[in-house]
């Protein structure tokens, strides 16, 4: 009589070649080429690192394009920015200038009497010291006295009070002040008011000599 092993019953089953082999520790479904998430994974690696640099790249271009943009916002706001204050700048000096010639306007009667004074000399004493206190102050603001005697006459600079004809002038000249001229730079705030001659109508230059006369004519007369 024969023993059997208890226990085993059955014989084991070994799988077949025709199965596809395994190594040991590894399960069936991961055998075989293609079969693994992993072998799929590796075909698609370099198109999705394609994907994300065509990305970053996009991203990048973005960004440039706004930092051109806030760029050139910046440059244009300082420009403005300067502008203004070359206008500000601008209109203070045009305020200030103008004031002071409204001021030194309103001064304009007390330094005639200054000058009159001084021309009838009766500038003497404290009233001289105000006096030339008070022009050295207008002088360092910018007030400029013009109007001479014997200069040509300018209608832009000169104000003709007064006209008369005379033998000694050639052409149209101040031959009297009556009232001195003030500016402030190019700016005239009084014209000079002045006596203006003219030369006198008719007058001829001097008379050619006998001799130069002959000689224009053809020469003296033969008898």
């Known amino acids: 009589m024969t023993e ?14 025709e199965a596809g082999s395994t190594s040991p520790g590894e399960s069936p479904g991961e055998a075989g080429p293609g079969a693994g998430p992993a072998d799929q994974a590796g075909p698609a690696g370099p198109a999705g690192d394609a994907n994300a640099n065509v990305a970053l790249q996009a991203q990048l271009d973005q960004v440039r394009t706004a930092l051109g943009e806030r760029t050139a916002d910046l ?3 300082q420009a403005e920015y300067q502008n203004y204050r070359r206008r500000v700048e ?3 000096i045009a305020v200030r200038e103008i004031a002071v010639a409204n001021l030194l306007t309103e001064l304009l009667p007390v330094l005639d009497d200054i000058g009159r004074a001084r021309d009838h000399k009766e500038l003497v004493g404290g009233f001289k010291s105000v006096g030339e206190s008070l022009e050295t102050v207008a002088a360092k603001l910018g007030l400029q006295q013009f109007g001479k005697e014997g200069e040509p006459f300018d209608p832009l600079v000169h104000e003709a009070l007064m006209h008369s004809y005379s033998p000694d002038v050639t052409q149209t000249t101040c031959v009297q002040i009556l009232q001195p001229g003030y500016r402030i730079g190019e700016r005239t705030i009084r014209p000079a008011r002045v006596a203006v001659a003219e030369p006198q109508p008719g007058t001829q230059g001097p008379q050619k000599d006998d001799d130069t006369a002959d000689e224009e004519n053809g020469g003296p007369e033969q008898g």
């Open 90 to 92: 601008r209109d203070r």
């Open 75 to 77: 440059q244009r706001l």
């Open 4 to 17: 059997e092993t208890p226990g085993f019953e059955e014989e084991p089953v070994v799988p077949s070649a």
